[in-house]
């Protein structure tokens, strides 16, 4: 059995995977602030897990945390994840020495680039491009992570797209991230919403003028995204995941005419079929904790 | 013994590499116009690079082409090579049954990518920045070409970054080949001189106005497509060539100047050192002759 945690800002779920990457149990618990309390709570989440499996820690090969912020590839150790209160902590090395397991971390859009793969029965070549807070993809080659040189294969986001644009976070101007990402529409759509993407295509579909603008834009933006990583890794498959990826066929959709738009004007555009190679990531699932699960384990299970 | 033909636009070059992977001999002829003129042309090449090398064709283990166009992987078929005057040809059957020898085709900016890897003595990954009259980069990992799922990976030249930009020939607006390649040259410098950018660069040098602003555009065009790489496919080192790359430190200066402009706003560019990523091609080297003789051959000698 392996275990896969993805500790993310306000929540940690947890999966069990059998032997053969099905899922045997899963639990979900609320994120603790600090490293101390991050630790413990990755600790409780992976007892919790097994015990809802019938399991007990011997049953478990390996443990994967998918995680925010910088990973340190060969210690495990994570630096800058700021909305968990983690400027450094020892993860890899503190939860294995309390769980008595070995445990594998990697930031959470890889793993969950990992997981997606494995969940949509890919094969060749896919990058989840990841539409949270920020913009950033994860790549995944033949079954295993692409990271690239230093890490930051995929970091897209960060990419300048318009010298006219809005001044990015990054300390750049009209980076990717400005257009497409959650961000983005808290920038573009000021709202006291709890979910402002929802009243924004709820608006626009309504008519609101200005709502139809800004959603042209995202929308823009996520197929640029999409144009990008065709010419620049060239990924056979681009999965749609993040926290507006919720808006399922919403966004599906309008970004597929998007690119269908820009390939009338263009043949070699048109030659890249893009449209047919966007999916979305099923809702529902934690594609970061399956990916985490099958971290150091692909060959056996992918 | 291995020999690698550069099929361009005007010139033919050869070169012959014993089983080192050093180079034996090497010839340069003009390229013929149309199929049947660039088929004997090959053929006539790769005897005579033979013979400057004293050997008999019986001692060639194989034949590499690259070729400007859409290269079928499979089938070694050649398409779309316009300056060639090509619109289709059966370059790896037909010569190889001219010659007897096994014949593998490539594009010739992957093939130069390729050769580039090998010439410069580098390991890990890397990608050719090809500053022709278009621009594209060839990618290489672990001394392999990447090809991406499509053939596509490294078409950065059709990445649009600028939405108030120049029309571009591909159909799009403000790509990054509209400013960062011979054809941008041509574009913002309307000149009579033989090597336009050349003058360009005397004339900024000089204090002309106009220089000064279309040379910091193409400088500030390849910077941009240096962070492109850097931020996607995330290759260790990013090495400029194609014809621009002839003006050598007067390019690469000020490219790495921009980047490090960029860096000192921007702690995120800072971390990815990129002016110490970027080396310029040799001059007086056919890259992509030397990467065509090794294709196949690239566990053997890289």
Known sequence: MRIGLDIGGTKTDA????????????????????????????????????????????????????????????????RHAVNLGVAELALSTRLSGRLGLPVTVENDVKAAALGAYH??????????????????????????????????????????????????????VGCLETVASGSAVTRL???TAALPAVELFDRADAGDGRAVEVRR??????????RMLALSVDVETIIIGGGLSGLGE???????????????????????????????????????????ALLGAQTELV
Chains 1, 2 share one sequence.
Do not use: K
């Not at 097994?50 to 910088?70: K, N, T, Y």
């Not at 834009?217 to 999409?226: D, S, Y």
């Open 119 to 172: 969940l949509l029965g890919l094969s060749g070549s896919a990058a989840l491009l990841n539409l949270g807070t920020g913009l950033a993809a994860g790549i995944v080659v033949d079954g295993r992570l692409w990271r690239g040189a230093r890490g930051s294969a995929g970091e897209i986001g960060h990419i300048p797209i318009d010298p006219g644009g809005a001044a990015c976070s990054c300390g750049q």
């Open 189 to 191: 759509w000021q709202s």
């Open 250 to 292: 919403r966004l599906a959709v309008p970004v597929a005419e998007a690119l269908a738009d820009w390939a009338v004007s263009s043949a070699f555009l048109a030659s890249l079929e893009l449209p047919s190679r966007v999916r979305m990531l099923p809702i529902g699932v934690s594609a970061a904790a399956v990916g985490a």
């Open 217 to 226: 834009t995202l929308v823009g933006g996520v197929a640029a995204a999409v």
């Open 15 to 78: 999966v069990a995977l059998d032997r053969t990457g099905r899922e045997a149990a899963r639990v979900r618990r609320t994120t603790g602030f600090g490293p101390d309390a991050v630790l413990a709570g990755a600790e409780a989440a992976v007892r919790a897990v097994v015990a809802r499996a019938g399991a007990v820690l011997a049953d478990v090969d390996a443990v994967g945390v998918g995680i925010p912020g910088v990973i340190d590839e060969e210690s495990g150790d994570v």
